[in-house]
């Protein structure tokens, strides 16, 4: 019988994965979904792109660029007006 009350202690929290994600994005943008599945092992694939999925409903990060050479970006806004910053670095 499978234990239901076992818990992986590897797997990241929901809210714990969308921050980590959003500040690995922040410092090594431009980033593909495959880069960040490299750095994190216990995440699969799918999951990281139902958490960049998030960030880009919160407007926290978009895609700019073609598929084959673009990448994930933070957007940053000035005093929560619609005027927004994208972030270069």
């Known amino acids: ?3 239901i009350f076992y818990k992986n202690e590897n797997v990241l929290d929901a809210n714990v994965g969308v921050n980590k994600i959003y500040s ?10 495959i880069e960040i599945a490299q750095n ?5 694939k799918r999951t990281i792109e139902r958490w960049i999925r998030q960030l ?3 407007n926290k990060v978009e895609f700019r660029g073609s598929p084959k050479t673009g990448g994930y ?4 806004y000035l005093n929560n007006e619609k005027n927004r910053i994208l972030s270069e670095y």
């Open 73 to 76: 970006y933070v957007i940053l």
């Open 24 to 33: 690995f994005i922040q410092n090594n943008q431009p980033v593909k979904v």
């Open 40 to 44: 994190f092992d216990s995440v699969t």
């Open 56 to 58: 880009k409903d919160e």
């Open 1 to 3: 019988m499978r234990n």
